[in-house]
């Protein structure tokens, strides 16, 4: 039995590695999407962290652990700054903001020699597991899931229905959506700082507004009633080419395809259901 599952384990390593780490990209987007702000920059939030721990880890030998917590408080920071000027904007206008963002890091990363340039940076240690992703990740959904039967999870689903209503109901708009933002960065961050550390390879390609649309995905298929959704999503569409193998050439069209039927067909996502809220009102 103990064997069976060594060679399970060391079979689908990456795959399992790749569903942990993308499920935090998928609760990194539930969070500014929960105040209805379409912001795509988690791709680049999630190169930050991955670069950050990276160089970190490479060229001063930095504990694993230390590393990571820098992978959460760079993006976050790098948040803090852009956030005031960038959140003014909604809708498609925040998207192409952040977008523009993810285009500036990735050129910066190309041209950068001292992180590999477009060589990319190898050589990080794999220091990062099973018990770190998946326990990041059940900590996360818990403090999620915390905060969307609280205060503050109320009056998060009270600006993405309705912004201006909320404004009046006393809801401080740029405080929530900062601090959405903020969060969302920290948490891509530690999301590429495990892809990192568990690849042992980062390259500037891999934070462009490919993945910022899967990323999207993600939430998209799951739903944002409760960021049980957006993890769905993530473990569906990141299985999914492991199951469909023919034609992994064509994920990013069968992610599309599956964001055009979703918004169309299913516009709450497949997870309808929203956790009961409790506590006092907004």
Known sequence: MAHALDNFLFTYQSLLYALGVNALLALSMYVVLAVGQLSLGQAAFMGV????????????????????????????????????????????YLAIATIGLGEVLRILYLNWDYAGGALGLNGIPEEAGFLWIYGTLVVAIAAFIAVARSRIGRAMEAIRADEAAAGVMGVNLPAYKLGALVASAAIAGVAGAFNAHVS???????????????????????????????????????????????????????????????????????????????????
């Open 49 to 92: 962290g991955a670069y950050a721990s990276a160089l970190l880890s490479v060229k001063f030998g930095v504990p694993f652990p230390v590393a990571l917590l820098a992978s959460a408080l760079t993006p976050a920071a790098l948040a803090y700054v852009i956030g005031a000027p960038t959140l003014r904007l909604s809708g498609v």
């Open 200 to 282: 042992s390879f980062i390259g500037p390609n891999e934070y462009g507004f490919d993945a910022a649309v899967t990323i999207l995905s993600f939430a998209l298929l799951g739903g944002i009633g409760s960021p049980l959704g957006p993890v769905l999503g993530a473990l569906v569409l990141t299985a999914l080419p492991e199951i469909l193998r023919p034609l992994h050439d064509y994920r990013l069209v069968i992610n599309g395809l599956i964001i055009v039927l979703v918004v169309i067909f299913l516009p709450e996502g497949v997870l309808r259901w929203r956790i009961r809220r409790i506590g006092a009102r907004v």
